[in-house]
């Protein structure tokens, strides 16, 4: 490029820039007279959010947000995302957080904490006894980087406004919230007394037009994608029929997408078109699923012969694992070797349409069938459910920017932990779950309350970070948003928050300051081992398709081995996700000529000259294997060992809080990006910490998601490109 086309580019961008800030200034007036508009309508004395709503193209709450006199009595159960009747937490003089349980403790003792209390208003907690460990022997440091200018101060923002921060829920006090410490009857997850019937399936590349089934490749055409031209397409070439198309490449849901605001409506759009001779299939069989599902990425398409018994799905290879560049036939084969692989533990192990599915049905085949379990797990209360879902998050995504990290890094390092779920999954709560209220905390000895802790429990705490605290943020706290959380790390902080034992063993023990943790309320449950005998075999599995990929002298099959391992890690990680049952949701369209058929608790999702479609919350459902706490606690071991990790074998630590203050970049669900090399020992294990990437410096720091993530992939192919080191 020459300094001529450059400055061409410039004003092209420019160019660009304005024209965006015309069309969101346009945007902006639509939506102003929209509002108006709603205002103006709501002065008729008959006029009712439920009309206005899909008119509007707006969900009921939006409208009573904009014209509170439309709402109407039960609109605040009606229009919540999360049905379920949790109260709200007790406390409104300090902003609250989330909870999450824990990984394995590593501390033997307990001293005394300091009694202060912050805020009088507060609801009173018994302060949790600080916890030491076995200190590793000492290693030699590794060496610095050259400092910054300046030091960088404290890893973590302050806490927002505290208008700003979600409340969580609380359990009621009394007997109303005893109440809740129940299992929901005549529902438990039991061994399954039939065998799942095997889908006939093909493999097919929308892009290249080549179709896998069996040992058998097709090439065909497919101008448009739609679901339409694909069921005719596979049903022409196989008249036998399939049951199942996978998609490995093309993404046709995904051909229109410069015509619709955003992936989901391209996505609904395409899932939705006519498809002459089919209609959308109402399910069947003991895995029974209904409709499409709408995903922007990985959508699942479900249809059925208008006339006949003929059922078909069309779904992404992609929900099992990153297909980019791999041809339909050798997906194909990594399928094969998963199932083999899989046979091997489970001899009627059948793959079903998504990881969640297979891992679950496959977790139902090793309940005991004698023994204490014999009649199953029970599944919790729905109201102590709805607790969890409310108050437990998945994996740590946080990016730190300067000042909290020098604004040159002098490296960008990437550490993702091997198979990290699968290390956390030796013991999970069982049994009728007990409340622990702060009373009964304070009742007990130091020793039982330490004990209480190591256990599988969680917990309503009142957080105080150190006056002395200079690196990251250890528990998180609700920011604004949907399930959106942060990590307060500035000191003197006080927050409210869930919790389960490892975070909480984490924030007592950690390698610097014991933080100030006070036990407001608790749900403690008996130390079980529902998850040990399945999370077993997934990694015998994983670990014996993962020596394939290793030692296969055939490219294919290397690349096969390779995938039906990631497979197997889909397997437990989506399988632990299920566990947790979210509040189903439901998709549906309706004609613009009925839009008074709009559900009135929907979301206008989108519309066009036809159709309006929309989303509704259905709530929890009976799923017999609804099990939140397990799910909770994984991912709660899992976020504590993102900071820190006994390696019992080395006699050392590894994780975020064993690096230098200033240092820690990102999180990632399993993964930490550091601006130095550590040490941490990598044995192949499930856990262990594997250097990924590094990205020798100086680089800009990082301020958004896409440069992290641009960082992180040259970092990888700079690290892959690096030569070994001898006798490494």
Known sequence: MDAKTYNAELAELRALRDGIRKTQATLEKLETDRARKIT??????????????????????????????LAPDRLTTAAQPNPTPVPPAPEHATPPAEAVPAPEPAGDTAQPSSTEHPQPPSPAGTVAPVMTRPAPEPAAEPERPAAPSKPAPAAAAPLAPQEAQRTLPGIPEGPDGDRWFTHTTNLASTHPNFT????????LDTHTGVLVHRDQTFRVGLPTASAAEILDTVFHVLPGG????????GAPWHRQADQHPFLKDTVAAWLNAPTPGWRTDTGRGKDK????????????????????????????????????????????????????????????????????????????????????????????SEELRGLFHATAGQGRTELITPPHVPAQLPALVEYDRTFAYAKHTWKSGVGTPRRVTAATFASWSQKDQTKALFACGHWHVRVTVPDTWTHIGILPAPAPGDRAWHYPA???????????????????????????IEILDGILFDDGKPLDDWSKKLKEAWSSLSAQADLNG???????????????????????????QRPRTVTGTTPRTMERDVPPDAEIMGFDDQTITWQRPTGFTRDP?????????????????LLSQRHRDDNTYAGALHAPPGTIVAFRTDAVY?????????????GDYLNKGHLPGPLTAPTTEDELLTLRDKGRTAHHAAPTPEGA
Not at 295 to 310: I, K, L, S, T
Not at 674 to 682: A, F, I, R, S, V
């Open 490 to 516: 500035t000191p003197g902080t006080t927050f409210t928050t869930w919790a389960g034992g490892p975070e909480i063993h984490t924030a007592l023990s950690n390698p610097h300051t014991p933080w100030k």
């Open 196 to 203: 799942q019937q095997a889908r006939s399936t093909v493999f």
């Open 554 to 580: 055939d490219p294919g099959q290397r690349t096969a081995a390779h995938l039906a391992a990631r497979a197997v890690r889909a397997l437990l990680l989506y399988g632990i996700g299920a566990f947790a």
């Open 289 to 380: 699923m209904a409709g499409h599902f709408v995903h922007p990425r990985n959508p699942v398409a479900r249809y059925q012969r208008e006339h006949g018994d003929q059922h078909v799905e069309i779904r992404s290879a992609g929900e099992w694992f990153d297909t980019d560049g791999t041809e339909p036939a050798v997906i194909r084969d990594a399928f094969v070797l998963l199932w083999k692989a899989l046979r091997r533990h489970w001899p009627d192990a059948v793959l079903m349409g998504s990881p969640s599915q297979t891992g679950r049905d496959l977790w139902t085949r090793t309940i005991p069938t004698k023994g204490q379990y014999a009649d199953g797990y029970p599944v919790l």
């Open 242 to 249: 399939v049951e199942r198309i996978y998609i490995t490449a």
């Open 625 to 641: 294997n609804a099990h939140p706490e397990w799910a909770a606690h994984i991912w709660s071991s899992a976020r504590a060992a």
């Open 674 to 686: 550091l601006t130095q090399p550590q040490t941490w020992p990598h044995h192949g294990q499930p």
């Open 40 to 69: 103006a309508l709501a002065g008729y004395e008959k006029a009712k959010a439920e009309r206005i709503a899909p008119a509007a193209g707006l969900s009921l709450a939006d409208i009573v947000a904009i014209a509170p006199i």
